[in-house]
């Protein structure tokens, strides 16, 4: 049974940072992505970071939230720094299917709140 469970979430001003966890159990060595859904919206794709450890990012996001992995603790990190009230959201981690690439396993969600 896969299980992803998200933590890291907060009130935060802008211009500051948080990181968000995922940690994994029942999947290994997936491609892992961050999505995120603000109110009255559509959930988005936030990043993506392979098994082997290829990233990619959103273009709101690039060059300010970094993607990463640690096998050994089967956990997957989002470094969000410079934050913005527009990235007020709930974020999900998914484990992605291997053939499709899409979001086969999420997780609870956590939320992240921007605002002085």
């Known amino acids: 049974q896969v299980q992803l469970v998200e933590s890291g979430g907060g009130l935060v001003q802008p211009g500051g940072s948080l990181r968000l966890s995922c940690a994994a159990s029942g999947i290994f060595f997936s491609a892992m992505a961050w999505y995120r859904q603000a109110p009255e919206k559509q959930r988005e794709w936030v990043a993506t970071i392979s098994g082997g450890g290829s990233t990619s990012y959103a273009d709101g996001v690039k060059g300010r939230f970094t993607i990463s992995r640690d096998n050994v603790k089967n956990t997957v990190y989002l470094q969000m720094n410079s934050l913005k009230s527009e990235d007020t959201a709930v974020y999900y981690c998914?484990?992605?299917?291997?053939?499709?690439?899409?979001?086969?396993?999420w997780g609870q969600g956590t939320q992240v709140t921007v605002s002085s």
């Open positions: 998914a484990a992605l299917a291997v053939y499709s690439g899409q979001p086969a396993h």
